[in-house]
């Protein structure tokens, strides 16, 4: 079980990190890149098409302004895609990146978080694993249970 994480740019690294962050936490093994679907097509479709093949089991793929990387990656890999949205300095407001990786065609599934959103496209992949790792399936419930346990003291806190 391994994700790919993989971004447009360097400059997508802050946000991504969250991703990596929370598959490290859950324990899962994960690869990162910079695939840059208008600057690298040859590594794009190389990595797309063989992805599979080097035992990714999902891949999370982040990118700003266009944001081709996601939807080019689905369109080649038989793997479940996580498009992250990424506001970048050329993004218009960041609606570009939403509407470029949502707006996929039929056939083509990109699962899509919230802008900057890769702590919740880590946890996702997490889940996809989780589905038949029951060890990481394990590890997401504790994690959900201490998200629990924290709005209840944070609530009991506000009472007192």
């Known amino acids: 079980m391994k994700v790919a994480v993989i971004m447009g740019s360097i400059s997508d690294l802050p946000v991504m990190q969250e991703a990596i962050d929370i ?26 098409k063989n992805a599979h093949h080097r035992g990714i089991t999902v ?16 369109s080649m890999s038989p793997l479940p895609v996580i498009g992250v949205p ?3 300095s050329n993004s218009i407001d960041g609606w570009d990146s939403i509407l470029s990786i949502l707006q996929m065609p039929g056939g083509v599934p990109v ?14 992949a ?18 959900k249970t201490g998200l629990k346990e924290a709005v209840n003291i944070a609530s009991e806190t506000l009472n007192k």
Request: aromatic share 6%; no cysteine.
């Open 23 to 48: 598959l490290k936490a859950f324990d899962i093994e994960t690869e990162v890149d910079i695939v840059s679907a208008h600057r690298t097509p040859e590594k794009l479709f190389d990595f797309s």
């Open 59 to 74: 891949i999370i793929a982040g990118a700003g302004g266009a944001a081709h990387l996601p939807g080019m990656v689905a």
């Open 86 to 88: 990424v506001k970048s």
């Open 111 to 124: 699962a899509t978080v919230a802008l900057n959103g890769a702590k919740n496209a880590g946890i996702l």
């Open 126 to 143: 997490a889940q996809i694993i989780g589905s038949h790792n029951k060890s990481v399936l394990d590890r997401i419930i504790l994690y």
